[in-house]
Nanobody
Framework: HVQLAESGGGSVEAGGSLRLSCSAS?????????MSWYRQSPGKEREFVSG???????KYADSVQGRFTISQDTANNTIYLQMDSLKPDDTGRYYC????????????????WGQGTLVNVSS
């Protein structure tokens, strides 16, 4: 199964920046996947932040559009999230996610979540 490791979280003041990283490892080589970022704050549902579709097109939640930029290093199975102009509402735990391209049992391990990295934005 795929394992994910996020890093780059921390505490910043509003208007600051952070760059998150997520590295994927393991999994079956034939079970390809898309990678994305989600976040969750206490008392709130986990929400989509940004990710790539199968065509490599980046997608963003309306709340972060224009402020966050997702990028990838496919050779190293890594994605990044550059977060600029951070707001207190961006506070939460940010999770990396893989979504399998194939809805088959053999590739279930390519549907994975990382443990998350904390982001705190103070006003």
């Amino acid at each position: 199964h795929v394992q994910l490791a996020e890093s780059g979280g921390g505490s910043v003041e509003a208007g600051g920046s952070l760059r998150l990283s997520c590295s994927a490892s393991g999994g079956h080589s034939s079970c390809t996947y898309d990678m994305s970022w989600y976040r969750q704050s206490p008392g709130k549902e986990r929400e989509f932040v940004s990710g790539f579709d199968r065509d490599g097109i980046s997608k963003y939640a309306d709340s972060v559009q224009g402020r966050f930029t997702i990028s990838q290093d496919t050779a190293n199975n890594t994605i990044y999230l550059q977060m600029d102009s951070l707001k207190p509402d961006d506070t939460g735990r940010y999770y990396c996610k893989t979504t399998s391209h194939y809805r088959i049992i053999a590739c279930m391990g390519a549907n994975a979540w990382g443990q998350g990295t904390l982001v705190n934005v103070s006003s």
